[in-house]
Every structure is written in structure tokens, then in C-alpha cells.
């Protein structure tokens, strides 16, 4: 149940003086009658929600088949980004599945 300022129409907000509950307003109403007994004060405990922990180490990237210069093996993820002006081709990198080794190829 909300209640409003006469003044300026806005909501009235409790506060603690004392032990007394008083309803005010930003622009100076007050109001410190006895209807503050319907006010509650009502602790509402919080859900926390489980969160997985991933290893930082799982890669989320596409792979392709790419010899890595480092070790030699057949597998790399990869990703494209734009390092030059727009006109030009995009840079694709690549990084070793095994070694982690990054490199990168231009078109």
C-alpha cells in the first residue's frame, strides 16, 4: 500500500526517527501520524543461484587442420580479425591445439 505526498504527488518513504516510523518526501512533507502500523519490515532472503566453474583452459573455437610450426601437429582452432584497412583482406590466426604456439595468416 503506497501512499503519496499531498504536496507534490510523489510516493512518501519510511524513515526510522527514534523508535517512531515517519513517512517523508524529498520535498519536505513529513508525515508522523499513527497509520505507520501497517508497515512490516521484512527480511527476504536472496536465491543464489549455482554457478559451474569452467577450466580456463577449454577453448571454445573452431578447428582446422593447420601444421603447427612449433611442434609439428595437424590441428589448430582458429579465428579471423580485422588488422588492416577494411578494404583488405581480414587476418586469420591460428593457435596449436597441442603446443598452444600462435601464428597467424595472411590472404
Known sequence: MFQFCPECKSVLR???EGDK????CSCGYTKSDGSMALLKEK???DDVAE???VDGDKEILPITKAECSECGHGKAYFWTQQ????D????RF???EKCKHIW????
Do not use: N
Open 83 to 86: 588488422t588492416r584497412s577494411a
Open 51 to 53: 554457478i559451474d566453474v
Open 88 to 91: 583488405e583482406a581480414e587476418t
Open 94 to 96: 591460428l593457435k596449436c
Open 43 to 45: 527480511k527476504i532472503k
Open 14 to 16: 519510511p524513515k526510522k
Open 21 to 24: 516510523v515517519i513517512m517523508f
Open 104 to 107: 597467424r595468416e595472411y590472404d
